[in-house]
């Protein structure tokens, strides 16, 4: 019966829900288990003893504090930046809105290289002026701390808030506003009777975003506190893990599980509280809302978002590139002292590069291939059939990248080392499986947001006209979603080719990836040769990131 | 309540004239449409009198008070005009309830809380929302929310409302419905409305005055009944109710004007009222007839005669298409008329136009 009427390949749609329980659900539910198990009985010792351990328990604290702070200093730089674009004659706001979202496009590791370039305590550019232009004895700044981190963070994170807040301002119907104001009401009192109450809903899910992403977090944790021996959760695993190496496994995979429960524990919140308490703002109109004249204040404004600019964007480049051509680290800079010897040295004679730029390639295009596919499948079963079970496919799918990412990484360790027949640990492959499993989520999306504008009738006049299942795909439906799959391929590639927090746990001899190049030279201390490496890298993000706006005409990149 | 006067209004968006020159006087207790196409510059009106947009030129008066002047650089911002609108979308918000959506305007206000209490629940009552003072918008139907838009504007007694397509989102049955309570409520409380709409049908059933916009300029003002028995110009004829357009010659005659059908078959030069001028010459013109104004009669008798395309019986008329030469006209005729298909008739006039 179900062949007659859908005739879908079910040996192409059934193989989706075995490779989606092989990649994802045995990885997790061996991970849930382990945490669970101490010589094969299950007992809760685990969390007992990661609890008696004091530095666990700080790294516990130590990333709820960061989380919350630096989710409250993203509402109150991001919300009011997102006001001053949407509501305000705020000059180049169009400019600006761009500008602001660029810090999310910087990985985040680099940010942190170029903040501690620029704040340590030792030699950091800032605190060197400070102390020449003052005569200061000692720093100003000391990054490597917990306010440090916070800062750096939330430079790096705020975009989220600034996004879910511009999103519910322009969405926002203009006449709910105008209606207040033909009540009588002023521009300030409309903003906060009206304004703020509908839009706080996404004030708070962006802070949620911010606070999840920001204990998943790895690079900036790692190359910024974890020199200041501040640890947090990712940064702790990853220290078991490099110290201990396997045998770690058992307290890193306590940990992942507590982390993975705050993490979801947050974007559940988003998805079942706040999705809905976001009010259904649009209107069929598209009118501009009136917006508010900063008369005397428009100067000052206009300097305070060019200093934001400044600092987020501007100021970290700078310094990353300044110091990628420097001889000497912590001299005077002079042009004696400036040279193209890190380039050269990356580019042609360290053999690292090559394997680095060579695996990264590989992978992320591999990756964005296999993600695409398998993305492709699993939402045409979720979106287009009738399937039981293709909700919880999708959900499944969407899972690894919900969690942190050093959870992945810390279950495809349990599944693929052996244990259950399979070992792949120092390999390409586990490497490719991790990217993959994290990775899915996006083509599902990208793919099912294509499919739902395809009316079935499209499917079924090919049906009616002779075409079988597989070829209804292949002439109908997928040169329809064409520009998704492409958009989603690239969505897929560019995360992939700078991935940091799963690699550096799954690294072999063989098997350095651009990430994890870029960050053992900045722990090593060859501060230049990072530099020179993350310049490259952000060219590759920046040229990349355009040639996905060409090529979808805007619509996707940043 | 106030009468509203437009002086010399114009809205241009750079090259582009979306209102242009507007003069006008609505009365004390008046119910005005502007009825138009859409781009035809009502809504913008609409908005310059409330003050969400600025005008390019000319003076807004809301009773005595002078609101809007580009030449005297006045311009008074919405919330100072006590003016009441009813937005097309509802506007209601989405976080208050229908009492708190309600009583909005009187805490702006600051309105003695009995008192606010007070005049919201006769307003509820007024627009039929009595009980659900503590209903979230998303509990409740469109037309109730439309019923909430309104409240929320007639709350606040002001000047004049503004209703730009309130019922534009409602379905059939209730925009009906709806049209007839906004009536009623505007009889009884004397408002002065300025109402919005592209629905002929909406305008006739409920103004007193209809202002007809094309194209960024008034084409006619006037009553319902004005506007469909005498149409100033073939687009107010075209827009309002159904209508057929002949080509006609005109010449002097006898001390008269006579007309002769151009594109008819055996036409009969017959009298016409054509203001009292002379002709020097023959004179091209068009003349407009509605179909329930045309009388089929004998051939040979009436202005001209025709042959019937097609007859369709629709119960209370029939409906013929009846070939007039090269052109074909409309004709609602009562349904007990003799002549079927194929048949050749005369035409005569009850009522009509000429345009030059």
């Known amino acids: ?54 530095r666990n328990y700080d790294a516990l604290f130590n990333s709820l504090k960061l989380g919350f702070f630096t989710s409250l200093f993203s509402i109150l730089l991001g919300a009011p930046l997102a006001w001053l674009v949407t509501r305000t004659n705020l000059p180049f706001a169009k400019l600006f809105k761009t500008l602001f979202i660029l810090p999310y496009m910087i990985p985040p590791f680099v940010g942190a290289i170029a903040w501690s370039q620029l704040l340590n305590r030792r030699n950091g550019y800032i605190n060197s002026w400070a102390s020449s232009l003052f005569g200061l004895e000692g720093h100003l700044f000391d990054v490597n701390t917990m306010p440090g981190l916070i800062w750096v963070m939330t430079l790096y994170l705020y975009p989220f808030v600034f996004i879910t807040v511009t999103g519910a301002l322009e969405r926002m119907d203009p006449t709910l506003e105008e209606a207040a104001r033909t009540c009588g009401s002023k521009t300030l009192k409309i903003m ?84 809905k308490k976001q009010y259904t703002l649009i209107s069929g109109k598209s009118m501009r809302p009136t917006t508010l004249d900063l008369r005397r204040w428009k100067i000052p404004i206009l300097i305070f978002a060019l200093m934001v600019v400044f600092v987020t964007v501007i100021m970290p480049f700078f310094s990353i590139t300044l110091t990628s051509f420097l001889d000497a680290w912590g001299a005077k800079i002079t042009w004696d002292n400036l040279t193209l010897k890190n380039y050269r040295y990356i580019l042609f004679e360290y053999a690292l590069t090559k394997d680095a730029f060579k695996n990264s390639f590989l992978l992320a295009i591999s990756a964005a291939t296999i993600c695409m596919i398998l993305g492709s499948l699993i939402a045409y079963i979720s979106v287009k059939t009738k399937i039981r079970g293709r909700k919880a496919l999708e959900a499944v799918s969407q899972l690894p990248y919900a969690v942190p990412g050093t959870v992945v990484a810390i279950s495809m360790i349990l599944a693929w080392s052996g244990k259950y027949g399979i070992n792949l640990y120092n390999t390409f492959w586990i490497i490719l499986l991790a990217y993959i499993a994290r990775y899915v989520a996006f083509a599902v999306r990208t793919t099912s947001a294509s499919l739902e504008q395809i009316h079935p009738s499209l499917e079924e006049a090919s049906r009616i006209s002779g075409g079988s299942w597989l070829t209804s795909l292949k002439d109908i439906i997928i040169p329809l979603i064409r520009p998704g799959l492409v958009a989603g391929w690239f969505l897929i590639f560019m995360p992939t080719l700078r991935e940091l927090t799963m690699s550096i746990l799954l690294w072999g001899p063989k098997t350095v990836t651009i990430g994890v190049a870029v960050f053992e030279m900045q722990e090593a201390g060859y501060v230049q040769i990072s530099a020179a490496f993350a310049t490259l890298l952000l060219l590759i993000v920046i040229v990349g990131n355009l040639f996905v706006k060409w090529l979808t005409k805007g619509k996707a990149g940043i | ?124 009552s007024l627009v039929k929302l009595k009980g659900m003072e503590n209903r979230y918008p998303h509990q409740l139907s469109g037309g109730q929310q439309q019923r909430v838009a309104l409240a929320r504007a007639l709350v606040m007694e002001p000047d004049v409302m503004l209703l730009d397509e309130p019922l534009s989102n409602l379905d059939a049955k209730l925009r009906e419905e709806m049209r007839f309570e906004i009536k009623d409520i505007q009889r009884r409380i004397g408002v002065t409305i300025i109402y919005v709409t592209h629905d002929q049908a909406e305008a006739m ?99 001209a005669t025709g042959k019937i395309k097609k007859k369709v019986y629709l119960g209370n008329i029939l409906d013929y298409r009846i070939e007039l030469g090269r052109e074909v006209i409309r004709v609602e005729a009562p349904s007990t008329t003799p002549f079927d298909v194929d048949q050749i008739v005369g035409i005569q006039f009850a009522d009509y136009v000429v345009f030059e």
């Open chain 1, 192 to 275: 906060k009777d009206i304004t703020l109450p509908l839009v706080a809903p996404s004030i708070a899910g962006g802070a949620l975003l911010v606070f999840a992403s920001t204990i998943a977090n790895f690079g900036i944790p790692a190359l910024i506190g974890m020199q200041g021996r501040v640890y947090v959760l990712t940064t702790m695993i990853f220290s078991y893990m490099r110290s201990r190496g396997f045998t770690g496994i058992a307290m890193a995979s306590s940990l992942s599980v507590m982390l993975m429960s705050i993490s979801v524990g947050a974007l559940l919140i988003n998805n079942l509280y706040l999705k």
């Open chain 1, 1 to 54: 019966m179900f062949q007659k009427r859908f005739r879908a390949d079910p040996v192409i749609l059934g193989s989706t829900f075995v490779i989606i329980a092989i990649l994802i659900v045995f990885p997790f539910t061996l991970l849930f288990l382990n945490s669970l198990k101490v010589d094969g009985v299950f007992t809760l010792d685990n969390y007992s003893t990661v609890f008696q351990a004091r």
């Open chain 2, 1 to 124: 309540m106030s009468r509203v006067v437009l002086k010399n209004l114009s809205k241009s968006f750079g090259e582009v004239n979306v209102v242009n020159d507007i003069d006008l006087e609505i009365m004390d207790h008046e119910f005005l449409s502007f009825l138009g196409p859409s781009g035809c510059g009502k809504t913008t009106t609409l908005r310059m009198i409330a003050g969400f947009d600025m005008p390019s030129a000319g003076e807004i008066f809301i009773g005595d008070r002078l609101v809007s002047s580009v030449e005297k650089k006045v311009f008074v911002p919405p919330e100072d005009r006590n003016v009441g609108m009813v937005f097309q979308n509802y506007a209601v918000w989405p976080h208050m309830d229908v009492f708190k959506n309600v009583a909005y305007p009187l805490k702006i206000a600051k309105v003695k809380a009995t008192e606010m209490r007070d005049r919201v629940m006769k307003v509820l």
């Open chain 2, 205 to 303: 059933a409920m103004s007193d005055r209809i202002l007809l916009l094309h194209e960024a300029s008034v084409q006619q003002l006037g009553t319902p009944r004005e506007l469909y028995e005498k149409p100033g110009n073939q687009f107010v004829a075209d827009f309002i109710g159904l209508i057929n357009f002949l080509t006609i010659e005109l010449t002097s005659e006898g001390g008269g004007i006579s007309a002769k059908f151009l594109e008819a078959n055996k036409s009969k030069p017959f009298r016409i009222e054509f203001g009292s001028k002379e002709l020097t010459e023959k004179k091209q013109c068009v003349l407009a007839v509605r179909p329930e104004n045309v009388k089929l009669v004998a051939p040979g008798e009436g202005y």
